[in-house]
């Protein structure tokens, strides 16, 4: 019997073994870029992966590949760089794409949606990094893994009532423990921004709520597009969007509660 559940486990171990090889070494490097700290490398590296990001929407939107679209993703990135309101690079980007679309009428209209989505939450993350340093990424990220991880042992387990038509697999009792988890992690690391225990439950709640949708969102292009993942350049994991996805909607919520609520003083964070 224990042969058998041994054997059982290797198989599916070894099924899945590109995908742990690739999830440890994407953990190893990202603790190295968050031990390491350095500002310019942390631009760099998100401003690569929004490029590929981009590239992956075009085929999610069913766009043509076009060099215009990675000129302006990347200007509007360099421009983050030296500004306080990344957003607003973003922005400007999206102004002068629709003032040219309006004045030729050479382009479809959804030829904009790379640049609302990934681009504008790309430069929440960047946002949130200015704002509390390496510091506001390692909350962030805690919270969506530990919702992710939440919602996929909670569905394996108390998981029966189905979460929504986009994702049959998700579930309402999975995405409960998923939050759950998500928001007990976040609430410790955000008392730490926060000053405040309640407050930080509340921040936590926010975000970890928006990056189930973040996945949701993805899972419902993807379907619209009728691709299994976003990109291959993963092995076992897919695209830059299907790891990114949730942390892009949550980043957007994190940032806006930053926004809207006094929680954070430069002294607050490392």
Known sequence: MKDAENGSVKKVFSADKQRYVTGVLLIVVLVLILLINSKILIWFVLGALLLL??????????????????????????????????????????LLYASYIAYSKKLPLKVMLPFLYPTLPFLCIWSVYGLLDRWGLICLIAVVVCTDTGAYFGGKIFGKTPFSPTSPKKTIEGVVVGVACGTAVGAVFYTGITHSFPLAVVVALFVALASVFGDLFESYLKREANLKDSGTIFPGHGGVLDRLDALLFAAIAMLFILSVLPLYSETSVL
């Open 53 to 94: 990001s981009i590239k992956e929407s075009l085929a999610l939107y069913t766009l043509e590949t076009a060099l215009h679209f990675y000129i302006l993703g990347a200007l509007g990135w360099i421009g983050a760089y030296f500004t306080e309101n990344p957003l607003y690079c973003g922005l400007i980007v999206l």
